[in-house]
């Protein structure tokens, strides 16, 4: 009688082998099927792919960008605390469906970078106040620090890198229960045209176990690889981001990981993008100008619309500071004397403003005066603003100044 159950046992065992056979086989032919289809129709995965992500991503800017606008022209706490969540969950729902996506890239046709001028200063600012609300939710200290020798603007893939970066500092602030998650950036130079931005990642989390370092790297490894059970994720991040600096030549390696947290240092090369080479129009796109007399305004403004900037108008320093806590302006142009309250103390109260809300990229002040004298400068300077000019507008030296202002 055992002999038979023995029998039985391994004609069932082969049986399920060869099941399992026969349903790869399926699956592999069936596969096999749908390229072929797929070629013969015209059609290759990658566009495929790139529909879908259009066909998602689009309602999903509009959510981003509606719930943003609702935050900035509301006073009603409720709304704007409904609004924050709306677009955190709408950024988090976008990172989510950008590693997605970039696995099926990764796994087919591979992942293309999309290289242009950028601010790494703006990048940074808005990682770190989308994660500021996430830190005040679980009572952790969040700190970013900049290296002062690093440039603001360089050529390279913004998208990729916010993305890397937010990959990594959700995966610390979700295996962090207390204390503290810090980034800092530092710069290592290559050559005259290229550098290495290192940012580093560290947080007192529960760390990863030591045989479990290697694995952390490979796709869909999430589940069991910390020593805390109970976060679930796809566990796309680390491998997604490994995957996308290495395009950049670059890397990501674990710097240290214990019982009292972890540390992961992230690196990509960066191309130095000279001023020339970049739109002034499009970094500094959203310009306020504050003046108060009615001609100046029109002039001044009729005059940096027809180069391509977007011009709002404000009527003395209350007025401006009130415009800068609603909107979101790239640059200000301040005149200096004004009724009710003057430029120098409408500057003095938008960087403290700044200050009070740690804003990591201060907006650029250039004070705009028909006075030329030296002290006038210098309390201009003092007062914060990044630099002065003369009455009336001119172009010309305007775009010299903004070259200042981005290296």
Request: proline letters at 1%.
């Amino acid at each position: 009688m055992k002999d038979i159950d023995q029998d039985i046992s391994k004609i069932v065992s082969k049986t399920e082998k060869l099941i399992n056979q026969r349903q790869k086989d399926l699956e592999k032919i069936k596969l096999q099927l749908l390229e072929k289809d797929l070629k013969e129709s015209g059609i290759s995965r990658s566009q495929i792919i790139s529909n879908i992500s259009h066909e998602i991503k689009t309602p999903l800017n509009s959510i981003i960008s509606a719930s943003e606008l609702l935050k900035a022209r509301t006073d009603n706490n409720e709304l704007k605390d409904l609004a924050e969540t709306i677009y955190r969950s709408g950024h988090h729902l976008f990172v989510l469906l950008n590693n997605v996506l970039d696995f099926y890239k990764t796994s087919f046709s591979g992942i293309s970078l999309d290289n242009h001028p950028f601010d790494l200063y703006v990048l940074l600012d808005e990682l770190y106040h989308l994660f500021m609300v996430k830190a005040e939710e679980k009572s952790i200290s969040l700190s970013f620090h900049i290296d002062s020798a690093i440039q603001r603007i360089w050529n390279g893939d913004a998208v990729r890198i916010r993305q890397m970066l937010y990959n990594l500092l959700d995966n610390a602030f979700k295996f962090t229960l207390k204390g503290t998650v810090s980034l800092s950036v530092s710069l290592k130079e290559k050559d005259e045209k290229h550098a290495e931005i290192i940012f580093n990642i560290s947080d007192t989390g529960t760390g990863i176990q030591s045989d479990l370092e290697s694995y952390i790297w490979q796709f869909f490894s999430s589940v069991d690889i910390s020593n805390s059970r109970n976060q679930q994720g796809l566990g796309m991040g680390l491998a997604l981001t490994r995957s996308i600096a290495m395009l950049m030549n670059g890397n990501i390696i674990l710097n240290k990981t214990d019982n009292k947290g972890t540390e992961i240092q992230l690196s990509v090369t960066l191309n130095k993008e000279n001023c020339k080479d970049i739109s002034n129009a499009e970094l500094f796109k959203n310009i306020l100008l504050v003046e108060d007399n009615l001609v100046n305004q029109k002039l001044t403004k009729n005059l940096l619309e027809k180069q391509g900037y977007n011009v709002d108008v404000a009527n003395n320093g209350f007025e401006a500071i009130e415009q800068f806590k609603l909107n979101h302006y790239n640059l200000i142009l301040m005149d200096i004397q004004m009724p009710q309250c003057d430029g120098i103390r409408a500057s003095e109260e938008i960087r403290a403003i700044e200050k009070q809300n740690k804003i990591l990229a201060p907006i650029k002040i250039i004070a705009l005066t028909a006075n030329s004298h030296k002290q006038d400068k210098n309390e201009c300077l003092s007062a914060g603003m990044n630099d002065y000019m003369r009455k009336p507008l001119d172009i010309s030296n305007f775009s010299k100044i903004l070259c200042r202002l981005t290296n």
